[in-house]
């Protein structure tokens, strides 16, 4: 397999080895040597000797074919490295140094310079710019981080080198092992979807813990991603969510950061759990490499005091967890030995004098519940309660088959019970309220990945895509990339999107007459390719019933855009009838520069940027995604009914963001479009107003049918 000399190598040959201790190169020999690496280690520098052994002048005088060389050179001398690297027959390279992606143009010109040489001779390599990469399991640390983790089941993945080195102490104090511990840094060969895809295979990799700042190549991350979390869990923490932040990331890595809400999609898409901060990384770290994974969202909490159990709850909730319901048989159960004062319910207060004895009989008790997937055990210093005793027993009873977090709430009084727990791999957390949010995360996957392996449910939808492409090719022709809002709402009505009678005029006599024929009251607009936003240029007109009021309203609107907007082009206007609605809703789609369209939905209307009550999701869409996408918004409970209200036709929606999806799927030449208002009654739907922009730089091209797409259909 092409990653193993990476990460499984015989043999390793350090380049820039050294004997300074402060240099990076004296930093991965010794770390080799004392991590107890079992294969052949060749030092490559200046000295006929270091570390006891023979020392090379030149990669190419290793008499044995080297899996993987560490590279710790300065960058100006890298690319040729890489090339006698090829030359030797290496299988792959780590790239500690520094200076290029990061380090403008003439860095970026040695990033290509090596991504060629890798590509002729076919090695694997990881970095530039990074810490280097740690397997414990079989004593590889080629990093320049001064501790060997335990081994365990956590693949850790960071750009940041700084970072790993900072979770490397933590996991040392909190006995958390890793299978692998890899530092990608500036990625310019091997990228997370190429780990996701080598660590997918290996049994000993039970989850993966991630930090990253940019994503290069969308298309094979959310594929890799989407076929590992379908089986084992991706916890990741994503910086950048400013604007200030993705351009201290952009600037970091040398890569595009894109739109954080467009991120918190990809990843709801393709499986992974983003965390909020580094302290969360740690907890889940923790929680994944010592407990199961919970099969539900259901927590028992035990406490020997009031409030904390409280504070849980309430944290509990926020993540979206579930307060476990105690069968009856638990209860009769816990009865039976507790103090009769006890809360008699979840969560489970012991009181101020349980003893260890109590404690372990009730989470004895709470863990064969078949109602609870798993338990968070608080313990507050009190004089009548032993922290050592209890944590004692929890881990002499251990290990369990549902995941068991202890907060150990205190300092002095508790830290020796706290470290009784950490090496009996029971995780204990400062606070309840952080044991809570990591079970939140943690209990996220069972769901997830269920949703990946489903079937989707699309609708066979009778769709005119010839008329379609020619109202593009209509909108180009007359030198265009922005459709009328006529134009756009035909171009719906050619895919089964609700739209009502309409007309157009040029005339103050043409708008009379087709008014009349309409029906009042009608709604007049501007009709232009160039005013998107037609209520800022006094473009509309609203309940228009007369002759006077319809040649009023024509006249006002035409002298309203030409002393706002006078370069406007004008095609005259657009003629409505009026209908009555309850609700306002959108439905849109931008492309992304990085994972293509992205589709929106949410309330709509003027008030859309003040309230932001939308959701995104990633085309396609079937019935399930299209409920979700509705169900991540708080209008959806409207919608769906609200305290006794009539539900509207929420299947009806549906079907329709499928339909929508079916044509941003099929045009790859459209860059944005907006329905807003998506007029929404009990019964019906009908598009108020529509925008549609092209993008140019894709009109007249041919490309491979839903290359555009990041998921493919």
């Known amino acids: ?152 089941g956590v693949a850790f993945i960071s750009q940041s080198g700084a970072l790993c080195t900072a979770i490397l102490d933590w996991a040392a104090n909190q006995h958390v092992g890793f299978s692998y511990f890899v530092s990608i840094g500036s990625s310019i060969d091997t990228d997370y979807a190429d780990l996701f895809e080598f660590f997918a295979k290996d049994p000993k990799v039970t989850s993966i813990l991630m930090y990253i700042e940019s994503i290069k190549d969308a298309k094979k991350f959310v594929l890799r991603a989407r076929e590992f979390a379908a089986d084992k869990p991706i916890i990741l923490l994503k910086a950048g969510k400013s604007s200030e932040g993705a351009a201290a990331a952009m600037s970091h890595t040398g890569s595009l950061a894109g739109n954080d809400a467009v991120y918190d999609a990809v990843f709801d898409r393709c499986g992974c759990i983003r965390v909020d901060s580094i302290c969360d990384l740690w907890d889940c770290a923790h929680v994944l490499a010592t407990q199961n994974i919970p099969q539900n969202n259901r927590l028992c909490i035990i406490t020997n005091a009031g409030g904390p159990g409280v504070i849980s709850t309430d944290r509990l909730v926020s993540v979206h967890g579930h307060l476990a319901k105690l069968s009856e048989s638990t209860m009769t159960e816990l009865n039976g030995f507790l103090s009769p004062f006890w809360s008699h319910s979840n969560p489970v207060d012991v009181l101020g004098d349980a003893t260890a004895s109590t404690y372990q009989k009730t989470l004895d008790v709470v863990i064969k519940d078949p109602q609870i997937d798993g338990v968070v055990v608080v313990l507050t210093p009190q004089a009548m309660t032993d922290p050592v005793a209890v944590a004692k027993s929890l881990v002499e009873h251990g290990p369990y088959q549902k995941p068991v977090l202890a907060s150990w709430m205190g300092q002095s009084e508790v830290e ?116 998107m936003h037609k209520t800022d240029v006094g473009g509309v007109k609203v309940k228009l019933t007369t002759e006077e009021e319809i040649r009023k309203a024509y006249r006002d609107i035409m002298t309203s855009v030409k002393e706002k907007k006078p370069e406007a082009r004008i095609h005259g206007v657009l003629l409505e009838k009026m209908v009555g609605f309850k609700y306002e809703c959108i439905i849109g789609c931008k492309k992304d520069p990085l994972f293509g369209p992205v589709i929106v939905f949410g309330m709509g209307g003027v008030t859309v940027e003040l309230y932001k009550d939308t959701n995104i999701a990633l085309p396609p869409i079937g019935l399930q995604e299209a409920d979700r996408l509705i169900d991540g918004t708080k209008i959806s409970k409207l919608l769906r009914g609200y305290r006794g209200m009539p539900a509207c036709d929420v299947e009806g929606l549906k079907k329709i963001l499928v339909q929508f999806s079916k044509m941003i799927m099929d045009f790859p030449e459209i860059s944005e479009v907006d329905i807003n208002p998506l007029a929404v009654s009990y019964e019906e739907f009908l598009v108020l107003d529509a925008k549609i922009v092209l993008d140019k730089n894709m009109i007249g091209k041919e490309v491979p049918k839903y290359s555009h797409l990041v998921i493919q259909p």
């Open 416 to 531: 020796a019970g706290v470290k009784i727990l950490e090496q009996g791999k029971i995780p204990n957390f400062e606070t309840p309220e952080r044991a809570v949010t990591a079970f939140g995360y943690i209990m996220r996957h069972p769901d997830i990945a269920a949703k990946l392996k489903e079937i989707p449910k699309y609708l066979d939808v009778q769709v005119d895509y010839e008329g379609a492409k020619k109202l593009i090719a209509d909108v180009v022709a007359d030198g265009r990339t922005t459709f009328t809002e006529y134009e756009g709402k035909m171009m719906f009505s050619k895919y089964g999107i609700p739209i009502k009678g309409m007309a157009k005029a040029s005339t103050e006599d043409e708008a009379v007459a087709e008014a009349m024929k309409i029906g009042t009251p009608v709604v007049m607009k501007i009709l232009s390719p160039d005013i």
């Open 1 to 152: 397999m092409q990653f193993e000399p990476l990460f499984n190598p015989k043999s390793v040959a350090v380049i820039g080895a050294s004997d300074r201790k402060e240099s990076v190169g004296y930093a991965v020999m010794n770390n080799m040597i004392k991590g107890g690496y079992k294969g052949h280690l060749y030092p490559v520098g200046r000295k006929p000797e270091l570390f006891g052994m023979k020392c090379y002048a030149k990669i190419g005088q290793i008499e044995e074919k080297v899996d993987l060389a560490v590279i710790a050179i300065p960058a100006k001398f890298v690319p040729g490295v890489c090339i006698e690297c090829g030359e030797a027959g290496v299988k792959g390279l780590i790239i500690i140094t520094a200076g290029f992606a990061e380090a403008g143009e003439e860095g970026k010109k040695m990033c290509i310079e090596i991504q060629a040489t890798c590509q002729k001779y076919n090695m694997r390599m990881i970095g530039p710019n990074c810490l280097g990469i740690i397997n414990p399991r079989d004593g590889v640390n080629a990093s320049f981080a001064s501790v060997m983790p335990e081994a365990g």
